[in-house]
């Protein structure tokens, strides 16, 4: 019905516009450097502005395709809220939410590692998270070679981090942080320990639950920036008091438009299922009227619809 299609269309477009703000939200320097500081053992014991500083200015939201084949085919240095979906012919559109590039200092060497952050809204989608994780890890560690390193200088390969934000974590696991990477395990002792070679790709899971007490900085400050029920205003007074975070270069609007499109996105969810129950009532009354043998008029004029509406749910009800 034209109601509940305009229902879906509206709800769909509320969460799609709501889900590009998180994005652009998360892809705030000042963001980034919060969760590389608890995320990325390279930065733990950098203050927030020094990790803000080594963030380079190659921040895509939505834009770099993680599919083999279209990875390295886009503008360099581009920002972007807009997603951009390339795929090779036969794949799924799929792009990293956010990936840009770091640098830190490492014995007057300086170092750089590819970032890759996601927000998603279910903790089991189908699949392990994890899982995809390595699997976009990887995908960023292939896609390196002829622009990272080229023929069999792996050497260079670049480390790479995948961080998953994970809201609406089941109560049993609460507010968590998960790290996933390579070790070496000795099985016959001799091989000298290089880090440096293998340390290359490291999964990081956040899991998000508003319920839960425990947690650490990252967390309760990720709790705040995300949360659905909590207005613009009182995130942005929580975020600049307790926790630093200035509202720079217009992350308080986009908190702000967020926001309001999170009450947008609950009130239209709230109509349709308004709706939804209504519909079904109705559907039930006619067919109760229908099967005692009433006429469409009758119904009709009995419930005070039209008799072109309750043909169309007599329709359906033979149909079904």
């Known amino acids: 019905m034209k109601n509940e299609l305009a229902g879906d269309l509206a709800l769909a477009e509320g969460k799609s516009q709501y889900d590009t703000y998180c994005k652009r939200i998360l892809a705030n320097k000042i963001i980034l450097a919060w969760i590389l500081k608890y995320a990325a053992e390279e930065f733990k014991d950098m203050s927030i502005s020094q990790i803000k500083t080594c963030i380079g200015s190659d921040i895509h939201i939505s834009e770099v395709s993680v599919l083999p084949g279209r990875t390295n085919l886009r503008e360099p240095e581009k920002i972007t809220g807009e997603a951009e979906e390339d795929s090779v012919p036969g794949e799924g559109e799929l792009c990293y939410d956010i990936r840009f590039s770091v640098y830190y200092a490492r014995q007057k060497e300086r170092i750089k590692l590819i970032i890759n952050v996601e927000a998603q809204k279910e903790f089991r989608p ?8 390595i699997f976009y890890g990887a995908r960023m560690i292939s896609a390196q070679k002829g622009i990272e390193f080229i023929g069999r200088d792996y050497d260079n390969i670049r480390k790479v981090y995948s961080i998953w934000i994970c809201m609406n974590a089941p109560d049993y696991i609460g507010n968590a942080v998960s790290e996933y990477s390579i070790c070496k395990k000795d099985r016959v002792p001799g091989i000298p320990d290089e880090k440096k070679a293998y340390d290359k790709l490291t999964v990081v899971m956040i899991c998000l639950n508003p319920d839960s007490k ?3 900085r990252l967390t309760k400050m990720l709790g705040v920036l995300l949360a659905p029920g909590i207005k613009a205003n009182a995130k942005i007074h929580q975020l600049e008091h307790e ?8 992350m308080g609007e986009e908190l702000n438009q967020m926001c309001n499109l999170s009450d947008y996105v609950e009130e239209i969810g709230i109509k349709k299922g308004i709706e939804q129950g209504r519909e079904q009532l109705l559907t039930q009354l006619v067919m109760k009227k229908y099967e005692k043998g009433r006429s469409i008029a009758e119904i009709a004029d009995a419930l005070e619809e039209s008799e072109d509406t309750i043909c169309k749910i007599i329709e359906n009800m033979k149909k079904g």
Do not use: A, V
Request: proline share 5%.
């Open 126 to 133: 189908g699949y392990s998270i994890t899982t995809r994780g």
């Open 214 to 216: 425990k947690g650490n």
């Open 243 to 250: 926790f630093d975070i200035p509202m720079e270069s217009g």
